[in-house]
């Protein structure tokens, strides 16, 4: 007998139960569906969140130039690597100022934490004072170009080059001679150039340098900052671009300066080379009993010195005999401002003595002095000529920009007014030992002037050094 004898032949379905066959696949098929339909709807909103955030994004436009768009990607990177320099910067200062115990740390290192904060958004919301300035940087460029004037790329590695240089090699050049009011009218010192190194050292010192500031800059952000960690949102190739791109700029806004304001604009200020000697009266408090006894000993000291100098071409001998500290007691040497001489406190002997004649010993704030004018000259305040420039470059700018149909999308409203941005202190103060002698000036140290009474008086500008 067979076996599959037994097996009895399929009876067929009623029609209830084909009707609840049927539903229970239509069911099923339904289900397939949904599912099948959120999984696709899940993966497009995937899609579509990445398009937005990888393609639309980046790429939206949130300034225009007289035509030429800027995406955001663009301003996004500038913002980014402007924060992570400013970090590391006030980071290095805070440091500084617990070293000095100085105060105002707190707000230096919220700062820090904030711009750390601000690496993790690669979308953040505009600011309009980055935005602000990168548009400016713009306008400068294509204007300037526009003007005839460029920057090779040989000037460009020169430049930083130079800026990169060990401190030995950083020469000390001389602002051109102009006579007038009967002062001096002697040629220009030239200073003691080193050899200008050839274009690829150039370019390999310049490449060595943000090979090494980048990886100080990417440990600080990623691996030792106590104020928070981030992931560096851009590369070394990024960075030294915009390193790159940021000298070229100071260059430009230099060669234009140089065009927009003659030497002859700026006001005249007095030159000298001269050597002081200078003996100490040693007053740390103006109310100690001693110090008349001191100012006596100070006295009895510097007449001795001023029988030494028996002629100037002993007068180095005898200052190297009696200087106790070189490079805080005497003047750089060669030709330097009259300011340069205020910290001494020595600019009326600077000023009004005769030059190539030892001076009588002369009494400052802080004890005596005997000086040496070698050369004294009238010469364009190179302070006030880069205020001037940097005043014209800044308005030119503006001119330029009103005229260059600039947009921002969206446009700041009525209310928001973009802040300035402040450039990042390159130097902390020194604390005096002796706040009130710092400030005191006997009446005898008042600062002489060559310039008319209605000319006005500059503040030097200190260029920032990568």
Known sequence: MAKNDNVQPAKPMTKRQRARWDQERKQSSQVLLIAAAAVGLAVLLIGIGLVIQKVIVPNKTVASVAGVEVSNAEYQQYRQIMQAQQAVNLAQQIQQYAQYQLQGTEQFATDVTNYIAGLKDKNAPLDYAVLNQLINDKVLESNATAEGITVSDEELQQSLAAKFAPANEVMNPV?????????????????????????????????????????????????????????????????????????????????????????????????????????????????????????????????????????????????????????????????????????????????????????????????????????????????????????????????????????????????????????????????????????????SEATPTATPASATTSTPVVTPTP
Do not use: C
């Open 175 to 443: 602002a051109p001679v102009t006579s007038t009011n009967g002062l001096t009218d002697t040629a220009s010192l030239t200073p003691t150039q080193t050899p200008t190194p050839t274009l690829s050292e150039a370019s390999a010192r310049v490449d060595s340098a943000i090979t090494t500031y980048f990886g100080t800059l990417r440990e600080f952000i990623e691996e030792t900052s106590s104020y928070g960690l981030a992931t560096l949102p851009f590369d070394r190739a990024a960075f030294k671009d915009f390193v790159l791109h940021q000298e070229r700029l100071q260059l430009l806004r230099k060669k234009l300066g140089e065009k927009l304001v003659t030497e002859d604009q700026a006001t005249k200020e007095i030159y000298a080379d001269a050597q002081q000697i200078f003996v100490t009266a040693n007053i740390t408090d103006p109310t100690d009993p001693l110090t008349v006894t001191k100012w006596a000993q100070a006295k009895t000291k510097i007449d001795d010195v001023a029988a030494q100098l028996t002629s100037t071409e002993v007068f180095t001998d005898v200052q190297l005999l009696n200087t106790t500290d070189n490079a805080t007691d005497n003047p750089t040497t060669g030709m330097q401002p009259l300011t340069q001489y205020a910290a001494l406190g020595i600019t009326e002997p600077i000023s009004t003595q005769e030059v190539g004649v030892i001076g009588e010993p002369y009494q400052s704030a802080e004890g005596w002095h005997i000086v040496l004018v070698h050369q004294r000259e009238l010469r364009p305040s190179q302070s006030d000529l880069a205020t001037k420039r940097d005043e014209a470059v800044t308005k030119w700018v503006e001119e330029k920009r009103a005229t260059s149909n600039v947009q921002q999308f969206p446009e700041p409203t009525a209310t928001t007014i973009p802040p300035t941005i402040e450039p990042i202190p390159t130097t902390i103060p020194q604390p005096t030992t002796d706040p009130a002698a710092a400030t005191a000036t006997p009446a």
